[in-house]
């Protein structure tokens, strides 16, 4: 019972991941879209909505960027032990390890 309430809370917080990062993108754009169509009308143009969008796009990617280098930053995870770094840096990463692997084939 109790694995079955940490497997939902895991979909859903991947859920609500999801969700933030389209959130995260789509906003921007609509805005500045939204922005870049009144402001063609106010003036009578009609290229202002696209080099604003391409800023809210932009912006967006900058949002998603910046969210997911926080999700993957291991600044805050427990420092290893300077033995155990040594170990690992003799052994080398697991692609180092694969990529070795497939040259060897």
């Not at 143009?45 to 969210?67: D, E, H, P, R």
Request: positive net charge; glycine residues 8%.
């Amino acid at each position: 019972m109790k694995r079955q309430k940490d497997n939902n809370r895991i979909v859903f917080q991947s859920l609500a991941m999801i969700m933030q990062f389209g959130l995260n993108m789509l906003v921007p754009i609509g805005m500045m879209s939204a922005l870049g169509i009144w402001l063609d009308k106010k003036l009578g143009t009609s290229w202002i909505m696209i080099i604003l969008f391409l800023v809210g796009a932009v912006a967006g990617g900058q949002n998603i960027y910046q969210m997911a280098k926080r999700l993957c930053d291991t600044s805050d995870v427990q420092k290893v032990p300077k033995e155990q770094d040594k170990i690992n840096d003799k052994k080398g990463d697991s692609c180092e390890n694969n990529r070795d692997a497939e040259k060897g084939k």
